[in-house]
C-alpha cells in the first residue's frame, strides 16, 4: 500500500536519516576490499597524514582508490533514480526505466561508436544524442501511455543497439575492445578524481533542474488534461525533462558504462516509504538509488578477490526479478 504524504517534518528528518545511513555504509565499503583497512581508522587516516608505513598505505588506498570509487557510485545511483522517477511521471508509466526504454543502450552505443571511429574525440556528447534519440523513439511508439507497446519499444531499441555493440566489439582491436566492452557491461572501475570534477557538477544541475520540476512532474501523473488547465505547458514541459534525464543517462554512460534496474527499483521503493509528492520523491530515490549502487559495487570488486564481477550483471539480477514482479502485479 503506497505511503501516505509525509509532513515537511518528518520529510525532513527522514531524508537525514537517509543520510546518515548512506554515510555509514560509504564508511563500511571504504574498509572493504583487496586491502581491508580498519573501520575505526578511517576517520583518522582521512584527516591527517600518518607516520607508519602501513597507515599511509591505508590512507593512499582510500583517497586514491576507494573513495573515488565510492562517490562515483553514489552519484550515479542517485542520478539514474531520479532520471528513473522523472521518466515514470512523464511517460505516466511505473515501469518506465531509462535502461528499458533503450535510453542506456543507446548512450552506449553511440558513446562505443565514437570510441571505435574516433578515438579521440569525448564521447559524452554521443552519449546524450543516443539517450536522447533513443528516449523519444520509445516515447513516440509507445505513446506515453501504452506500457505493453513502451515495453516493445524499448526491447527493440535494446536490441538494436545490443546487436551495434556486439558488431563494433568484432571489429575492434585489442586496444579498442576494453573500451567498448566497458559501456556495454558498464564498470566503475575507472573512477578518479579528474572525473568527478567534471561529472558531480553536471549530475548537480541536472538533479536541481529536474527537482524543480517537481509540481510539473505531480500535475503530468494527474493527467494531460488536468496538467494543461493548470497552466503547464505540455510540449515544451515535455521535451524539457525529455531533454534533462537524457542528459543524465548520457553522463552516467560517458563515465561508467550502461547499467539499467536502478532507476526502476529505487523510485519504486522510494513511493512505497514517501508516497507519491515528487518534492520528496525524487531526493529519496536518489538516496536509495545511491544505496543500491553502492551496495552493488562492493559486492561486485569483493565477492570474487582478486578479480572483479561485472556490476551490470549485479544489476541485472537483482533488477530483473524486480521488474517482473512488477509486471505481474501492474498485469
Given at each position: 500500500?503506497?505511503?501516505l504524504p509525509?509532513?515537511?517534518r ?13 554515510g ?8 572493504r ?10 576517520p ?7 607516520a ?18 565510492i ?5 550515479v ?18 515501469l ?14 553511440a ?18 544524442v ?10 513516440l511508439i509507445?505513446?506515453?501511455h ?15 543497439a ?6 563494433l ?19 566503475l ?23 524543480r520540476?517537481?509540481?510539473a512532474?505531480?500535475a503530468?501523473l494527474?493527467?494531460?488534461?488536468e ?5 503547464y505547458?505540455?510540449?515544451?514541459l ?11 543517462v548520457?553522463?552516467t554512460v560517458?563515465?561508467?558504462?550502461a ?26 530515490a ?7 549502487m553502492?551496495?552493488?559495487d562492493?559486492l ?9 564481477l ?9 533488477g ?5 514482479a512488477?509486471?505481474?502485479r501492474?498485469?
Amino acid at each position: 500500500m503506497p505511503a501516505l504524504p509525509l509532513s515537511a517534518r518528518h520529510l525532513s528528518n527522514a531524508l537525514w536519516f537517509g543520510l546518515l545511513a548512506l554515510g555509514l555504509l560509504a564508511a563500511l565499503a571504504a574498509t572493504r576490499g583487496a586491502v581491508e583497512v580498519p573501520f575505526w581508522r578511517v576517520p583518522g587516516l582521512l584527516m591527517a597524514e600518518p607516520a607508519g608505513e602501513t597507515e599511509r598505505m591505508w590512507r593512499s588506498v582510500l583517497i586514491d582508490v576507494r573513495l573515488p570509487r565510492i562517490v562515483l557510485a553514489l552519484a550515479v545511483g542517485g542520478a539514474l533514480a531520479v532520471a528513473g522517477c522523472a521518466l515514470q511521471a512523464v511517460f505516466r508509466n511505473p515501469l518506465a526505466e531509462p535502461g528499458l526504454i533503450g535510453a542506456s543502450s543507446g548512450a552506449a552505443l553511440a558513446a562505443a561508436l565514437v570510441l571505435a571511429v574516433f578515438p579521440g574525440f569525448a564521447p559524452a556528447p554521443a552519449a546524450f544524442v543516443g539517450a536522447l534519440a533513443a528516449t523519444w523513439l520509445a516515447w513516440l511508439i509507445g505513446r506515453g501511455h501504452d506500457a505493453a507497446r513502451l515495453l516493445l519499444a524499448g526491447i527493440a531499441l535494446n536490441a538494436l543497439a545490443g546487436a551495434g555493440l556486439t558488431l563494433l566489439n568484432y571489429l575492434a582491436d585489442d586496444d579498442a575492445l576494453r573500451g567498448t566492452l566497458l559501456w556495454a557491461m558498464g564498470s566503475l572501475a575507472d573512477a578518479g578524481w579528474p572525473t568527478l570534477g567534471w561529472l558531480l557538477p553536471m549530475l548537480a544541475l541536472c538533479g536541481g533542474l529536474l527537482w524543480r520540476e517537481a509540481r510539473a512532474l505531480d500535475a503530468l501523473l494527474l493527467g494531460e488534461r488536468e496538467a494543461f488547465h493548470l497552466g503547464y505547458a505540455l510540449t515544451s514541459l515535455r521535451r524539457r525533462l525529455v531533454a534533462l534525464t537524457a542528459l543524465t543517462v548520457a553522463l552516467t554512460v560517458a563515465a561508467c558504462g550502461a547499467l539499467a534496474f536502478v532507476g526502476l527499483i529505487a523510485p519504486h521503493l522510494a513511493r512505497l516509504l514517501l508516497g507519491p509528492s515528487h518534492r520528496a520523491l525524487l531526493p529519496g530515490a536518489a538516496l536509495i538509488g545511491a544505496a543500491c549502487m553502492l551496495l552493488a559495487d562492493t559486492l561486485a570488486r569483493t565477492a570474487v578477490l582478486p578479480a572483479e564481477l561485472p556490476i551490470g550483471a549485479l544489476l541485472s539480477a537483482v533488477g530483473a526479478p524486480f521488474f517482473l514482479a512488477l509486471l505481474v502485479r501492474k498485469r
